[in-house]
């Protein structure tokens, strides 16, 4: 039962973190489209810099109960399967996990440049980056349903 209720808050925290890393990239093309309207600019830089903080704290809840999953077996056997016995799909999926972070942390200094005065890519291209994470999920989503190797 402890199992299921760890794996129950890993998937809600993740969830919650991938609107995060849906979202900011999404914020950062309205700023490229906002122009020289400054008001419009600084309200979307501010959304974007509090869902970039409230984005890493979901992280670091995601990521502490997935480290409960993957390796809480270690200190309560009993309770906690080892759920990665045997197979590697493990390790690719924190790989694209790790991919996702790098997206995120990208997203997060094309914000601060932005709120410095630096220029941000073109909206067509950060609208690429907003859409890149789904096909990232995608193969984390295959590889926790399908456990392939």
Do not use: C
């Not at 600019?41 to 970039?52: I, S």
């Not at 999953?69 to 999926?93: E, M, Y």
């Amino acid at each position: 039962m402890i199992y299921l209720w760890v794996k129950t808050f890993h998937v809600l925290f993740v969830i919650a973190w991938m609107s995060a890393v849906f979202y900011l990239p999404r914020i950062l093309v309205n700023i490229a489209e906002a122009g020289g309207d400054a008001a419009v600019k600084a309200r979307l830089q501010l959304m974007g810099r509090r869902l970039y903080r409230f984005g890493h704290n979901l992280f670091g809840i995601a990521f502490l109960f997935g480290l409960t999953l993957w390796q809480g077996w270690r200190v309560f056997p009993q309770t906690l399967p080892d759920i990665t016995s045997g197979g590697h799909w493990i390790d690719a999926k924190l790989g694209l996990v790790v991919l996702l972070l790098a997206h995120f942390v990208w997203s997060g200094r094309m914000l601060k440049r932005s709120e410095q005065g630096g220029a941000l890519p073109s909206a067509r291209t950060l609208r690429l980056m907003n859409e890149l994470p789904v096909l990232v999920l995608l193969g984390v989503l295959f590889l926790v349903l399908a456990k392939p190797f």
